[in-house]
């Protein structure tokens, strides 16, 4: 029988220890079984670390593999509310008695938390156990038990104030000043993007912050519903997500509806979903690998969330997930292609593979291996460029983007932009976009496709003071007053390009040269 508990959290006890030593709170695999002092010295790189450009030879796992492990490496995980100043060495002796630890790492939002995994789930138990749970009379009770815990020191005064905070893993993106900084110290534009992907990417502590999130709402939500799981979906799990991007989460009711009386009902529910998270599963499984694509779809992602082409409020603008599949659909137009077509995949599928929903084939390959690398060599810098052109003179007003097939087709309706969902034939994936954004979409991707084409005639040099390819495209000046003087004889695309080409005369950006001849960049947003 559970326990009950209250659903906010459970507390702790931690004696103070004085003049304590802190290491830098790096993401730290231990070994298990095995004690937590004998490799608390050891540092090594996330596993998720960016190795942009890298070849992995080691076999590939299944995207439901990876989902598996991720899901039962947060089901032995902790959250600990920790105070400020404490001693991370003497903290982690103390949780070991509950078991041997496997990793752990500090994060800092609105406080000082502890992500601690442990190598048994059986170790959860025994910490829940040896706490304390706040009073019932003002505490809500929910049928289950935390895995929130908040840590209270015996001693809080023995704490001097020579004791050094314990410095927690960043988990926010970089400020715009210093990714333009890096944008424009970079070599090429091969490097700024390959650069804002390492940038921007979420980390291996970020990855398990998600997972763990929803392995705690599903805690709750097993208190009512056993069996029912709450699984990530959209950006945290396409290999597409960025630091602070939102955290999408699903009820899976599967398995009650299998048990149910009502399992009709439970998998209509489903059916509306399924679509979708195949589609994130096949585009996983054109990404994982692929560093290039990834850093391609980053670039084009905050291309437009600079010119505001996108946003968090729902409209009738183009999504994130639209400019992802524009961009996949471009590189299966490449010669020789970069990324497969799903009908080719769907050819290379196993019969454990095969996948039909409503009369919908959804089979698609799920094994990495057997998916034949491209031969393409292509550069960054030229397929970033292609990409703008290519959409920059793209029929939308009669053609469908198709990806299953990796080619154009007559538009069957007449939404100013359709994208074919390449599971349910029928439904256009951007039935949302209207005409003047779409046109805004269009003239932006010439005119970025003009300013790096005007970068390769006159590139600017590494001592020279203004931002330069991807770095020029992402600030909110569009085009620098040199384009400016340059395009005289030229009309700007539209009137949206020109009030934002006047914008950047009244608000051009800042530049210095330091002593040693350095560029430092100055931007204002």
């Not at 793209?394 to 994208?419: T, V, W």
Request: hydrophobic share 35%; proline share 5%.
């Amino acid at each position: 029988m559970a326990v009950r508990g209250v659903g906010r959290l459970t507390c702790l006890s931690l004696c103070a220890q004085r003049n304590a030593r802190f290491q830098r709170p790096v993401f730290r695999p231990l070994s298990c079984p095995g004690t937590v002092a004998a490799d608390f010295r050891r540092e090594e790189q996330p596993s998720g670390s960016a190795a942009t450009g890298s070849e992995d030879r080691s076999p590939k796992k299944r995207f439901t593999e990876v989902q598996k492990e991720r899901r039962e490496q947060a089901q032995r995980t902790v959250l600990i509310h920790c105070p400020n100043k404490i001693s991370e060495k003497k903290f982690l002796k103390y949780l070991s008695q509950h078991g041997p630890i496997n990793n752990h790492f500090f994060y800092e939002s609105f406080g000082l938390y502890a992500v601690v995994e442990f190598c048994q789930k059986e170790s959860i138990c025994s910490l829940q156990n040896g706490t304390h749970t706040p009073s019932m009379v003002t505490e809500a009770a929910i049928p289950f038990r935390s895995r929130f815990f908040n840590l209270k020191l015996k001693n809080p005064s023995n704490q001097t104030s020579e004791r050094p905070c314990i410095q927690s893993s960043n988990q926010l993106p970089p400020s715009s000043k210093k990714l333009f900084e890096l944008l424009c110290y970079a070599e090429s534009i091969d490097d700024q993007l390959n650069t804002l992907l390492k940038e921007f990417q979420l980390t291996e502590e970020n990855t398990r912050l998600r997972y763990l999130t929803c392995s705690l709402i599903e805690d709750i939500a097993a208190a009512y519903f056993p069996d029912c799981a709450v699984r990530p979906f959209g950006s945290s799990v396409n290999t597409f997500g960025k630091l602070g991007c939102d955290l999408d989460m699903f009820l899976d009711l599967d398995e009650i509806g299998k048990l149910s009386t009502h399992k009709v009902i439970v998998f209509l529910y489903l059916d509306n979903f399924t679509f979708v998270c195949l589609l994130e599963t096949w585009i996983v499984t054109l990404g994982a690998e692929n560093s290039f694509l990834r850093a391609l779809v980053f670039s084009v992602r905050c291309w437009a969330r600079a010119h505001s082409l996108t946003t968090s409020i729902p409209g009738a603008w183009i999504t994130n997930f639209s400019l992802t599949v524009m961009v996949i659909f471009f590189l299966q137009q490449r010669s020789p292609p970069i990324l497969p077509t799903l009908d080719s995949l769907k050819t290379l599928a196993d019969a454990e593979d095969k996948c039909i929903i409503e009369g919908n084939n959804c089979t698609f390959i799920r094994d990495l291996n057997k998916i034949k690398p491209s031969e393409n060599t292509e550069t960054l810098e030229l397929l970033l460029k292609e990409f703008f052109e290519y959409f920059g003179n793209f029929a939308f007003n009669k053609n469908s983007i198709n990806i299953r097939q990796g080619r154009e087709q007559n538009k069957p309706d007449s939404s100013p932009l359709h994208i074919q969902n390449p599971f349910e034939t029928s439904l256009n994936i951007s039935k949302n976009v209207s005409q003047s954004q779409l046109q805004k979409f269009v003239d932006l991707a010439r005119e970025s496709a003009w300013i790096l084409q005007e970068e390769d005639k006159d590139r600017p040099s590494p001592s020279s003071n203004q931002p330069w390819g991807l770095a020029a495209l992402l600030l909110s000046s569009v085009t620098n007053s040199k384009s400016l003087a340059k395009k005289k004889n030229k009309r700007p695309a539209s009137e949206r390009i020109r009030s934002l080409l006047d914008s950047i005369k009244s608000n051009s950006t800042e530049n210095a040269t330091t002593a040693n001849g350095k560029r430092t960049i100055s931007t204002h947003t």
